[in-house]
């Protein structure tokens, strides 16, 4: 079974500090994503990392920034959490490229367990 | 860009009865994905069941298919004898292929409740 951990499921922050969350898969997937969940606004892509030390931005980076030193682990970092930053933060990874019909793995996203974070 | 509308942020549906989710999305794409995932309360994300936009035959899986429209944008989760375990967040996805991987783009999601 594909298994994709997240080094804490809840992490009390305050306001201006760094703050590191950590995923790690281990099924050498190539692709590996951070999302941020809040309510009403469903699973955001925050960045993706399609390679080592590659990384993508995807629809709200502004205020994080990521590492993908080694394949089975990408970090996401708070260079200054902010109480805006309080969410769920859930993180994936997938296989590159596609597969043939039927090898329903090859493009199907493997989530962690979710990092609820707060902010005070 | 893509975007994913769930119009129902929350459903109730009464154990062993059936229940439709609805989703629309919007895309210029010709070649895309489609998905449901579950999240129940334990937060772990479950695939449900998953899409080809190429294929014109609707998928199932067990007691739960879809219903894909792909002219009308729509792509609609019917879940059969609904139990309590179906009780969950359900968020319908569109996939972007790309290049070097794809992208998953997210509606808001529907609380479903299922009572006995």
């Known amino acids: 079974d594909v298994k994709v951990t997240q080094s804490s499921r809840y992490l009390v922050k305050r306001t201006g500090e760094k703050v590191f969350l950590e995923c790690v898969q281990d099924m050498d997937h190539e692709n590996m994503f951070w999302y941020r969940q809040d309510p009403g606004l469903g699973l955001r892509l925050i960045y993706f990392?399609?390679?080592?030390?590659?990384?993508e931005k995807g629809d709200i980076p502004e205020g994080y920034s990521v590492s993908r030193e080694k394949k089975e682990r990408f970090s996401l970092i708070l260079e200054s959490a902010s109480t805006n930053q309080t969410s769920m933060y859930l993180c994936a990874s997938s296989l590159r490229r596609l597969g043939l019909a039927g090898a329903r793995s090859y493009n199907e996203q493997f989530f962690g367990p979710g990092t609820r974070l707060t902010v005070l | 860009a893509q975007t994913v509308t769930q119009s129902q942020p929350e459903m109730s549906v009464q154990e062993a009865e059936t229940v439709t989710l609805s989703c629309t999305y919007d895309?210029?794409?010709?070649?895309?994905?489609l998905f449901w995932y579950k999240q129940p309360p334990s937060r772990q994300m479950i695939l449900v069941i998953r899409?080809?936009?190429?294929?014109?035959q609707n998928a199932t899986e067990n007691r739960f298919s879809v219903n894909f429209q792909k002219a009308a944008k729509s792509f609609s989760l019917k879940i059969s004898d609904s139990q309590l375990g179906d009780t969950a967040m359900y968020f319908c996805?569109?996939?972007?292929?790309?290049?070097?991987?794809?992208?998953?783009?997210f509606g808001a999601g529907t609380i479903l409740r299922v009572k006995s």
């Open positions: 895309t210029s794409e010709n070649n895309y994905y």
């Open positions: 990392s399609y390679d080592v030390k590659m990384k």
């Open positions: 899409q080809e936009a190429y294929k014109q």
């Open positions: 996805a569109f996939m972007k292929i790309l290049v070097y991987g794809n992208k998953l783009v």
